[in-house]
């Protein structure tokens, strides 16, 4: 029964609001419609109507998932010492990463999907029914780690939401042990996308050991920066009390992985161009361009601005410490990560082709209405979750049938 | 899921074990049987074991109790296909009766499509499923297509494995080759699809990687030669290990193969192959009626739909039946060797042992079966 009236009202939050909360989900929800119908027409006509062909044969869609794989998984970086160290300071910002977690990786999935040349066939996909190439295939291993990482992020959450609907403490033991797991998985998922690539020698630009720890570095630096965004966003706009230290932690965090990230960087770009060697052609077609071609030049440069930019702001504790500063800075780094860690790194891969041959990649606009389809409904589905959460850790919604303890409710700020 | 995996390299081929006894080796080596029976007449026991992969054993008087793995799912998919067919044919059936344009062929169609989809991975199927599907891929071709044709699957031969030799100093770069391939294999002609790709080399490098594939001047070029590429049926296929459905493995004779049919069109080998010999079809293939060879196998040139991913068989249907590949037949100048490398007095072993050989990217480790040389 607590579960109907869980389910009526969230479903009554979620759709409940003011003004500016019907546009930006009618927005959102009109950008989602608009991507369903260019899916519709990539069903149709087959991925051609995409700017893919079978020299760069991973495009737009592949690029976003790699970056968003990131993204899911940094929430860890909010998990971990909200719940394993007790920080006390991150408690609120815990379900909050959470819930981000699982729109990135809703987004993932589908930027998945719509790649797939023959969705319909999923099923052959799924073990028992279908044929399964464990272990051998790291899409294989991918698919297990996304799935698996996505129930548990959904699980967690529901259960200590559900918990203090109904008025309970939610309870650690029951809990506790699944974020251990979440955590480890978190690092899992990255690690794995991330050998998606790095294990084709065919493709020296991603055969490269280093490619597993730049994608946690560059994630962890992303994933804070977007919630230090969401989270300042949150506290303008709801009376949900986020403190200035779990801000200035996340910053911290932010800020070490952003330096990390840009030593990484330094040392690839080492490797590469010191010794100008074959295996350097697609580090020079993207940042200088081969033989007249440089669609990703001015990308790749924009990128490396910002991203030094951002990370010498934060660098700085004064600038950091600023909330003035610390905004742009953040939207810097995330720009400047989902370039580098997108389509930066996904398209080079196969520019030139394995026999040297150069042929360019432009999305078409079906991909990009389709990209565009598919953040809508990440933020629409981040959107949902945050608008129920809050409430609920508010204790404003309740379950009628919950007694009211107030003695426990005041005990709960502290729990989580 | 996938099961038994031995790495056969060719280096141990040559060298070590010398052709004779490696035919028993290469046997035991491999994933999948095309033929599906393991009661076939082998001369090696060792044979048998290509079932491994697959557990394709239901055939020749074997209990089907032999695919212990996948007798369960089979059994269930083959009832959901069945409930959905028979619901789908009843659907047909009412909307044909309401409106005259469903004709029974109409009807017929839908049915023969959802059987289809219910299929499963052409290893894992009794050769029962394989003269079914066989018998509804043809029916299929004539309603869709209008056209007539053969499908095979006809399986790998024991003590054959296929190698291919190419002589540089012959070839003239009259890309012959190329369109014997496109209409044998029955290639899209809207998107120009080609498996063969020549490479015209300026004298004095020998690195393809400077080569110019798209050359369009009457050949040969003063100061250039030419070099030919395609699958080169690698004997260690990172493409085939990067399958996230097994959609594509290693015959024992030793050719790639793709099961269009059970490819979900991930592109994942595409990225992975360093030879790029993977093509996809990004959208519907065609080939004009009157130009549809209706000599197929299932795991070669039969026509493929939109979403999967193709490539060069070493002409699978030809081949198996003791013919050359399309392309060594239509090559004028003699540049093209093909043979078992298994049959110590075929032209391939000559070339292996009388000339200076070598191979693309053999730092790869992928053990290409595909060697180039000169006179
Ligand atoms: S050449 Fe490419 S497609 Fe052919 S077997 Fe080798 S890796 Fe696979
Ligand atoms: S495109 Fe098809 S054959 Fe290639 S890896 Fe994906 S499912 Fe397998």
């Known amino acids: 029964m607590n579960l109907y009236y869980f389910m009526r009202d969230a479903l009554v939050t979620a759709t409940g609001g003011g003004r500016r909360y019907h546009l930006w989900m009618g927005t959102l929800t009109l950008l989602m419609l608009a991507g369903l119908y260019g899916y519709s027409v990539q069903l149709r006509d087959g991925l051609a109507v995409t700017g893919m062909s079978d020299h760069v044969s991973w495009g737009l869609y592949i690029s976003n998932f790699t970056f968003l794989v990131g993204l899911a998984a940094a929430a860890v970086m909010i998990v971990l010492p909200a719940y394993v160290l007790k920080d006390v300071d991150f408690s609120q910002a815990v379900l909050i990463g959470e819930g981000v977690a699982v729109s990135a990786l809703v987004m993932c999935l589908a930027f998945v999907v719509v790649d797939l040349g023959s969705p319909h066939r999923f099923w052959h996909l799924i073990p028992g029914i279908g044929f399964f190439n464990f272990p051998s295939s790291l899409l294989a291993w991918d698919v297990i780690v996304l799935n698996g990482y996505l129930v548990l992020n959904l699980c967690i959450p529901f259960y200590i939401l559900f918990s203090r609907y109904c008025n309970r403490l939610p309870r650690k033991r029951l809990y506790v042990p699944f974020v251990y797991l979440s955590v480890f998985w978190a690092v899992g998922i990255h690690m794995v996308t991330a050998f998606l690539l790095a294990g084709l020698p065919a493709r020296p630009f991603w055969n490269s050991s280093l490619l597993g720890p730049r994608f946690l570095a560059s994630a962890f630096a992303a994933g804070p920066a977007f919630m230090i965004l969401l989270l300042q966003f949150i506290r303008a706009n709801s009376p949900y009390a986020i403190r200035d230290e779990t801000i200035a932690k996340l910053a911290m965090i932010t800020t070490v992985a952003a330096q990390i990230n840009l030593i990484m960087l330094g040392s690839e770009l080492f490797k590469e161009f010191y010794r100008h060697t074959h295996h350097s052609q697609s580090a020079y077609y993207l940042f200088f361009g081969l033989d007249g071609h440089h669609a990703l030049r001015p990308w790749i440069w924009t990128a490396i601005i910002l991203n030094i930019t951002a990370t010498g702001i934060l660098t700085l504790h004064r600038l950091r410490n600023s909330r003035f500063w610390l905004r742009p800075a953040c939207l810097m780094l995330f720009v400047a990560i989902w370039i580098e860690k997108g389509f930066g790194l996904v398209i080079p891969g196969f520019i030139p082709s394995p026999l040297g041959e150069i042929v360019e990649y432009t999305p078409t606009w079906i991909e990009m209405v389709v990209t565009l389809g598919i953040w809508a409904m990440g933020l629409f589905v981040l959107t949902v979750l945050i608008r129920v959460a809050i409430p609920i850790e508010l204790g404003s919604v309740r379950s009628p049938k919950a007694t009211d303890v107030e003695t426990k409710l005041q005990g709960l700020g502290a729990q989580s | ?375």
């Open chain 2, 1 to 375: 899921m996938n099961t038994e995996k031995t790495r056969f390299t060719f280096g141990d081929l040559m060298v070590r074990c010398g052709f004779a006894t490696a035919s028993e080796k290469t046997h035991t080596a491999r994933q999948g049987d095309t033929q599906g029976g393991c009661g076939n007449p082998r001369p090696q026991t060792g044979a048998s074991c290509s079932c491994s992969g697959g557990g394709a054993c239901n055939g020749g008087g074997n209990p089907p109790g032999g695919s212990s793995l996948t007798a369960k799912p089979v059994t269930r998919r083959q009832a959901i296909g069945a409930m959905v067919g028979g619901a789908l044919a009843t659907t047909a059936f009412a909307a044909s009766s309401l409106s005259p344009k469903t004709s029974d062929e109409e009807r017929e169609k839908t049915l023969l499509k959802w059987q289809e989809y219910f299929k499963d991975n052409f290893r894992l199927m009794s050769d029962r499923e394989k003269a079914e599907t066989i018998q509804r891929l043809e029916r299929l071709a004539y309603l869709d297509h209008a056209t007539d044709v053969k499908i095979k699957a006809t399986g790998a031969k024991p003590g054959v494995l296929f190698g291919y030799a190419f002589n540089i100093s012959k070839c003239k770069g009259y890309r012959s080759c190329v369109d014997a391939c496109i209409k044998e294999n029955n290639l899209d002609r809207k998107s120009g699809m080609q498996y063969i790709r020549i490479f015209e080399m300026e004298n004095g490098k020998m690195d393809i990687e400077s080569g110019n594939a798209e050359y369009d001047h009457p050949v040969p070029a003063e100061g250039h030669f030419y070099m030919g590429t395609q699958c080169f049926q690698c004997a260690n296929p990172p493409c085939v290990e990067v399958c996230p459905v097994g959609a594509t493995w290693q015959e024992p004779d030793g050719i790639v193969v793709v099961d269009y049919d059970w490819c979900i069109g991930c592109r994942y080998c595409e990225a992975a192959c360093p030879y790029w010999a993977r093509r996809f079809n990004w959208s519907e293939p065609e080939v004009p009626a009157g130009e549809v060879n209706a000599n197929q196998h299932y795991l070669g040139n039969r026509q493929r739909k939109k979403g999967v991913v193709e490539k060069c068989t070493f002409c699978v249907q030809r081949t198996r039946e003791g013919r050359l590949p399309a392309c060594a037949e239509a090559c004028p100048t003699g540049a093209r060797v093909f043979g078992n490398l298994l049959d110590p007095d075929s032209e391939i072993r000559y070339v292996l042992e009388h000339k200076q050989v070598f191979r693309l990217k053999e730092e790869l480790g992928c053990e290409p079966k595909f060697w180039y040389f000169m006179d």
